[in-house]
Nanobody, 119 residues
Framework: QVQLVESGGGLVQAGGSLRLSCAASGRTFSTYGMGWFRQAPGKEREFVGSITWNGGDTSYADSAKGRFTISRDELRNTMYLQMNSLKPDDTAVYYC????????????WGQGTQVTVSS
């Protein structure tokens, strides 16, 4: 069982940066693949990016490539989403998620953190 808590959201001007954190509890965190998703008002939840269990590989949605970076710190049981060059279209609730294997979908989700980018 993994519990996830996001933090770091807030209000930022366009062009600014934010770093989101996803703190995980559970002894198996280091074996789980992790991902970030977001949901804007009136829209479906969408994939932002992911990182493998050992941090060796990352994947990003086209909207995030070149601006967002995902990393994880096993000692702190924490995953990060560094977001640069933010745009108003990035405004959404951001969720982190964890999955136990590369063959499964994300089984565990955080409660979300709000990111608002003003123009």
């Amino acid at each position: 069982q993994v519990q996830l808590v996001e933090s770091g959201g807030g209000l930022v001007q366009a062009g600014g940066s934010l770093r989101l954190s996803c703190a995980a509890s559970g002894r198996t965190f280091s074996t789980y693949g992790m991902g970030w998703f977001r949901q804007a008002p009136g829209k479906e939840r969408e994939f932002v990016g992911s990182i493998t269990w050992n941090g060796g590989d990352t994947s990003y949605a086209d909207s995030a490539k070149g601006r967002f970076t995902i990393s994880r710190d096993e000692l702190r049981n924490t995953m990060y989403l560094q977001m640069n060059s933010l745009k108003p279209d990035d405004t959404a609730v951001y969720y982190c998620a964890a999955k136990p294997s590369i063959y499964s979908w994300y089984a565990y989700w955080g409660q979300g953190t709000q990111v608002t980018v003003s123009s």
